[in-house]
């Protein structure tokens, strides 16, 4: 991320050298996914130390020489490989730093980025201008968001699912942690999926004799269930088919808000918002799960990332917002007493984009 140094305000020159890292961002990012792809990542960081030749690179790879040393170039220079101009052979250098479980989780991320994003994102102006995501259409022939063209395509749920189901083992294990759920009380989890954070809130809460309700669409009645009973939890885990567009069942104590309010833009956030509110018990809470800004947008990179994301690959509207955003709309839907914790830089992994918030509010 390229931030302005500290001073006075920085001349055409520097604002030119932004333009020329931006221009140059496509081209870097798929010449390293393209070393991936050709097992050049792999073979250099499986060999024993010893400088290998870019001939026999290439003859592993199945590619020219000449062609293999131009590729090797950006990785020299981003110190991924170090190059001895004596021996004329590249080896491992930042990459043998990498465990293997750090490096299969940056090759997710990009993954994620090459099929999910980069073809997808030439058609982010039309996007922009329709309120759909044109990609899908222009590419796939397929009309939706990303949501549900991932049922159809595997090339698109195999790689968004990996990188999600990566985020989410990491940051659902803290939500439970930090959500405080009374003994006896009655739970919906909103756009629960096909269960998991049912039976997650079970999981995490085991002593409190909770009664768990996951609502989402009723065609995924079928797989809930399932899963409730392959998990022990069909006494207390339930499934309410329903839109939430069209209002929620009423009479929760708690209501579950995850990893669906930043895929919606101001005027639908409002709309569960404030169905939310209307399904909650006096006295009941909402806990949001959100990606959030930080207040100064250039203290980190999600903005380089989900406006992007949301509006040219996934629902065409949403993103991330401030925690301060976020909290004003809360209150403009009625709720009260909110707070939020954010999870901690030390707690997440130095590749992960999202900076997660939970907000909870209350209903007087």
Not at 130 to 149: M, Q, S
Not at 294 to 317: I, M, N, R, W
Request: with cysteine; net charge negative; charged share 25%.
């Amino acid at each position: 991320m390229t931030t302005l140094p500290a001073g006075p305000p920085a001349g055409p020159e520097h604002v030119l050298e932004q333009f020329r890292d931006l221009a140059v961002g496509p081209t870097r990012f798929m010449t390293v996914y393209a070393c991936y792809e050709l097992g050049v990542l792999d073979q250099l960081r499986k060999n024993d130390g010893t400088g290998l030749p870019a001939a026999r690179i290439a003859e592993v790879a199945g590619v020219r020489p000449d062609a293999m040393e131009q590729l090797l170039h950006l990785l020299v220079k981003e110190d991924f490989v170090a190059y001895d101009e004596s021996s004329g052979g590249y080896r491992a250098s930042g990459l043998a730093r990498l465990s293997d479980d750090e490096f299969v989780r940056a090759i997710r991320l990009m993954t994620m980025i090459k099929e999910v994003c980069l073809r997808q994102l030439y058609y982010l102006t039309d996007s922009v201008r329709t309120g759909k995501v044109v990609a899908l259409e222009k590419i796939f022939g397929f009309h939706g968001d990303l949501y549900e063209a991932c049922a159809e395509h595997d090339e698109l749920r195999g790689a968004w699912s990996a990188m999600m189901d990566q985020t989410t083992s990491l940051i659902d294990p803290w939500f439970f942690e930090n959500v405080d759920i009374g003994y006896g009380s009655k739970v919906l989890d909103l756009a629960g999926h096909t269960g998991l954070g049912a039976i997650l809130t079970r999981k995490y809460n085991p002593e409190k004799n909770l009664q768990v309700a996951c609502f989402d669409f009723p065609e995924k009645r079928e797989d809930a269930l399932e899963n409730f009973r392959t998990h022990g939890v069909e006494e207390s885990c339930s499934f309410i088919g329903g839109d939430v567009y069209d209002g929620l069942p009423k009479g929760f104590e708690v209501v579950l808000v995850k990893h669906f309010l930043d895929q919606l833009g101001k005027e639908n956030a409002f709309r569960v918002l404030r169905a939310v509110y209307d399904c909650l018990e006096p006295g009941g809470r909402i806990y949001a799960l959100v990606p959030t800004y930080p207040e100064d947008v250039k203290e980190s990179s999600q903005a380089d990332f989900f406006p992007a994301y949301f509006l040219g690959c996934s629902t065409a509207e949403g993103g991330p917002q401030k925690v301060s955003t976020y909290k004003q709309w809360m209150e403009e839907c009625g709720f009260t007493a909110i707070e939020k914790i954010t999870h901690e830089a030390d707690k997440r992994p130095p590749e992960m984009i999202h900076v997660h918030s939970i907000l909870c509010g209350v209903k007087e």
